[in-house]
Structures are given as structure tokens and as C-alpha cells.
Nanobody, 124 residues
Framework: QVQLVESGGGLVQAGDSLRLSCAAS????????MAWFRQAPGKEREFVAG????????MYQNSVKGRFTISRDNGKSTMYLQMNDLKPEDTAIYYC?????????????????WGQGTQVTVSS
């Protein structure tokens, strides 16, 4: 399995931006589809965005389309989530996840490895 470590979370105001990073180690990063999930207090963990192993295709939850951008650098074994125009409802712990195949899915049970999470808090 690949080991994942997220970073970049923090406390921001509505309308601000943040960039999350997910550093991978242990296996060939380019062999994994990757995704970001988030979990708000009292809610289920939900899919946010996913990217194919090559980085050539992405997918997003409807509520973040046009505001968030997922990307990856296979040479650096790192995935990113650029979050713009943040809203209070984006407040959650953000997790990165890896799936040992080329295509991401929206289902958390399809992922083999998870990071420990990074907190994002957006104040109004």
C-alpha cells in the first residue's frame, strides 16, 4: 500500500483560498487513482474530487465545481487540491485516498489507503 500524508489545512475566512497537499510514499504513485474526501462534524465522509493515475482526467462533487481544482505531480508523488472562494459549508476534515487502479470512484470503500486528514475551517 501507499502511505499518504496531508498538509495545508487551516482557518480562513469565507472567500479565501487554500491549497491542500497529499504526499505519497511506499509504492509507485503513478499507479494509483487518487481522490479527496471530506468529513464535517456529524456527517458522513463524502467525495470531493478525484483524478486518474495519469492526471489526464478529473471529477468533482457538484458543490465544489468551478471552485476547487484537483491536480497531481507524479514526479513528486504529490496530489493537490486548490480551493478557491471557500464557504463555511466547506468546513471539514479533508482526507486524501488512493486506489490501486487508473480511475477514481466516488465511493470511499473502493479506496485502499487513506491519510490522517487535515482540518479546514472557514469562518463567515
Amino acid at each position: 500500500q501507499v502511505q499518504l500524508v496531508e498538509s495545508g489545512g487551516g482557518l480562513v475566512q469565507a472567500g479565501d483560498s487554500l491549497r491542500l497537499s497529499c504526499a505519497a510514499s511506499g509504492r509507485t504513485f503513478s499507479g494509483y487513482a487518487m481522490a479527496w474526501f471530506r468529513q464535517a462534524p456529524g456527517k458522513e465522509r463524502e467525495f470531493v474530487a478525484g483524478i486518474t493515475s495519469s492526471g489526464g482526467s478529473t471529477m468533482y462533487q457538484n458543490s465544489v465545481k468551478g471552485r476547487f481544482t484537483i491536480s497531481r505531480d507524479n514526479g513528486k508523488s504529490t496530489m493537490y487540491l486548490q480551493m478557491n472562494d471557500l464557504k463555511p459549508e466547506d468546513t471539514a476534515i479533508y482526507y486524501c485516498a488512493a486506489r490501486r487502479t487508473s480511475v477514481p470512484t466516488t465511493f470511499r470503500e473502493n479506496y485502499d489507503s487513506w491519510g490522517q486528514g487535515t482540518q479546514v475551517t472557514v469562518s463567515s
